[in-house]
């Protein structure tokens, strides 16, 4: 498979550098997750929430925001460009992180979470675009590989600078902070960042050539059943953001402790990812996540089962969930990359509707397994096993049964 790299998409900018930026654009979500993690119970109490697990509804109504708006956010940048509606994104999630500082109530914070995300989706959707632009084949997986590498140091610092925010003062200057963070990348877009769409890819921002788009990629087998795949393994982790708080801090008694044991979570997919940057163009895309998919169904299989045994001591469920999430540090970057790599000529789009896909369908499968939530760690285990299967089922028949063949033509 041909790697094209467009060196002109990136001026005056190093391909360290633009990793970089690509990094802090995709972490814009992160940090609006992460950081407020060990706040969760702050804004609870301060907003008159009962129920702990009504609480997982601030990161729930951000995803389910950030999903349906990725839907606008493609076709506009393969219309307008990948600048200008990655900055009116940005700005509105500025907007909606300062109104979140003075929110009064609960049901506010979520119509707020909500556009939020909707803001956020630009970068979730533009910045796999902008990739997408400028590299292919492994190339783009290699890439793609890095910037999940440095987009994961958000989760391992995030609750961390959280936490601290919440010692000094109270949850309503997180959202400050994040503001703050959003408004530095739209000073480093509009400095640095070059146009990547080509000129001759800009296509019509109509209902009819929008929905020739959504056809496209919805009827490419391999894309399509990559990016469903995607979609129910990212489940899993939406679930454990959700539940992330209940279960060290309310099972584990972490206490103070929680930002470092998910720091250490976060650095294994980063770790993988690494890893994965290193291996793909030597072995291949297939080959690599095929690997790591049966690891993460054979590793949430053993923690399952044992969760079914007995409560698991804190060390046994360090082991077995870092096992899992070092598989899927290997997986996300590569299924993302083969669901892409058919469809560059319409990558505004096929962006959007991949990421609604995968981001609607993570959230829901995330609160779903989020709101099972027991008392114990059991019903996270089961959701991670339960995905995994599923997310294997649609790889086989994506693959025509046939695992680790390091080439494959893409079938519509």
Not at 73 to 93: N, Q, T, V, W
Not at 306 to 322: E, T
Not at 331 to 354: D, K, Q, R, W, Y
Not at 359 to 366: A, E, F, H, L, N
């Amino acid at each position: 498979m041909t790697s094209t790299t467009n060196e002109d998409a990136r001026p005056g900018v190093t391909k360290f550098q633009f990793i970089a930026l690509m990094a802090m654009l995709m972490a814009t979500n992160a940090i609006s997750i992460d950081i407020m993690l060990p706040g969760l119970q702050q804004i609870g109490a301060s907003l008159g929430v009962a129920s702990e697990n009504e609480r997982q509804y601030i990161i729930t109504a951000y995803l389910l925001g950030m999903g349906v708006a990725q839907l606008f956010f493609g076709p506009l940048s393969d219309r307008f460009g990948r600048k200008p509606p990655l900055i009116a994104g940005l700005a509105l999630y500025a907007l909606c992180a300062l109104a979140i500082a003075i929110v009064p109530s609960f049901g506010l914070m979520l119509a707020l979470r909500f556009v939020q995300g909707a803001g956020a989706a630009a970068t979730r959707v533009i910045t796999i675009s902008i990739v997408r632009d400028v590299y292919g084949g492994r190339q783009m997986a290699e890439v793609m590989s890095l910037v999940m590498m440095v987009f994961m140091i958000v989760p391992v610092v995030a609750p961390s600078i959280g936490q601290l925010i919440i010692s000094l003062a109270d949850w309503h200057m997180i959202f400050v902070v994040v503001a703050l963070y959003a408004v530095m990348n739209i000073a480093i877009v509009v400095s640095k960042l070059g146009e990547t769409l080509d000129p001759a890819h800009r296509r019509a921002f109509t209902p009819a050539v929008i929905l020739s788009g959504f056809r496209i990629v919805l009827t490419n087998r391999v894309s399509l059943l990559y990016t469903l795949a995607t979609s129910v393994i990212l489940g899993a982790l939406f679930g454990f953001i959700n539940s992330a708080q209940q279960v060290l801090v309310g099972v584990y008694d972490l206490g103070v402790w929680f930002p470092l044991v998910f720091a250490a979570f976060a650095s294994m997919m980063a770790v993988a990812s690494f890893t994965n940057s290193r291996l793909v163009r030597r072995f291949g895309m297939r080959p690599l996540s095929h690997a790591a998919l049966i690891g993460f169904t054979l590793a949430s299989f053993v923690w399952m089962s044992a969760s079914f045994y007995a409560p698991l001591p804190f060390p046994v469920f360090v082991v077995l969930y870092c096992a899992t999430m070092f598989q899927f540090g290997l997986i996300a970057p590569n299924f993302n990359a083969m669901a892409m790599e058919p469809l560059g000529h319409v990558a505004g789009t096929a962006s959007s509707v991949l990421g609604f896909m995968q981001t609607i369908g993570g959230s829901v499968i995330g609160a779903f397994i989020g709101q099972s939530f027991d008392g114990t760690a059991t019903p996270l285990a089961t959701g991670y096993f339960t995905v995994a299967a599923i997310g294997l089922v649609f790889v086989l028949i994506a693959e025509r049964g046939k695992l680790f063949k390091p080439h494959h033509q893409p079938a519509g």
